[in-house]
Structures are given as structure tokens and as C-alpha cells.
Nanobody, 126 residues
Framework: QVQLVESGGGLVQAGGSLRLSCAASGRTFGNYAMGWFRQAPGKEREFVAAISWSGGSTLYADSVKGRFTISRDNAKDTVDLQMNSLKPEDTAVYYC???????????????????WGQGTQVTVSS
């Protein structure tokens, strides 16, 4: 089992920044690809960013490319999402996810992640 706990969400004005953090526990965190997804009110959950087990490969949704940065610290069992130049359309609940399925790969496909956190709310005001 892997437990994931997100933190760092909140209310920010458009153009501002937030840093989300996800703390993992339970199994060997360093073996897993990690991802961030988000779900806005009335919409389906969508991919935001992913990072390989080593941190050497990253993947971003087009909507956040150039504004968001995903990183991980395997010594601390954490994965972060630095969000800059935030827009009102970034408002959503953000979820951290871990994949024990993706061996040496990363993915933007939700069902390839088998452990999920409870989510943290990010609200961007205009």
C-alpha cells in the first residue's frame, strides 16, 4: 500500500504562484512514477504533469507547459508541483497519484496510476 497526502493548496490571485507537495508513505516511493491530476467543478479529472521514478523524465499537459514544474525528492518521499502564472482556469482540486504499473515509463493516462491522494483545493481568483 502507498499513502499519499497533498498539501499547499489555497486561494491565489491570477498571475500568482503556489507550490503543491505530496508526501508518500508505505512502500518504496523511489520505484514509482508519480503524477498530478486535477478536477474542476463539473468537469472530468485531467492530467497535469508526471515524473519518472528517477526524476529524469517529465511530461506536462499543454495547458500548463511552461508554467508548472514537477519535481521529486526520493530521499524525502515527496513530489512537488510548482505552479506559476496561475490562471482562473487552473482552479480545481489537485490530486497526487502514484503508479506501480509504469515500470521505467511515465504516462498521462489516469488508469495507469493505482494510488491516489485525497486532493487539495486550488482556487485562482481573477
Amino acid at each position: 500500500q502507498v499513502q499519499l497526502v497533498e498539501s499547499g493548496g489555497g486561494l491565489v490571485q491570477a498571475g500568482g504562484s503556489l507550490r503543491l507537495s505530496c508526501a508518500a508513505s508505505g512502500r518504496t516511493f523511489g520505484n514509482y512514477a508519480m503524477g498530478w491530476f486535477r478536477q474542476a467543478p463539473g468537469k472530468e479529472r485531467e492530467f497535469v504533469a508526471a515524473i519518472s521514478w528517477s526524476g529524469g523524465s517529465t511530461l506536462y499537459a499543454d495547458s500548463v507547459k511552461g508554467r508548472f514544474t514537477i519535481s521529486r525528492d526520493n530521499a524525502k518521499d515527496t513530489v512537488d508541483l510548482q505552479m506559476n502564472s496561475l490562471k482562473p482556469e487552473d482552479t480545481a482540486v489537485y490530486y497526487c497519484a502514484a503508479s506501480t504499473i509504469l515500470v521505467g515509463k511515465i504516462s498521462d493516462i489516469e488508469y495507469e496510476y493505482d494510488y491516489w491522494g485525497q486532493g487539495t483545493q486550488v482556487t485562482v481568483s481573477s
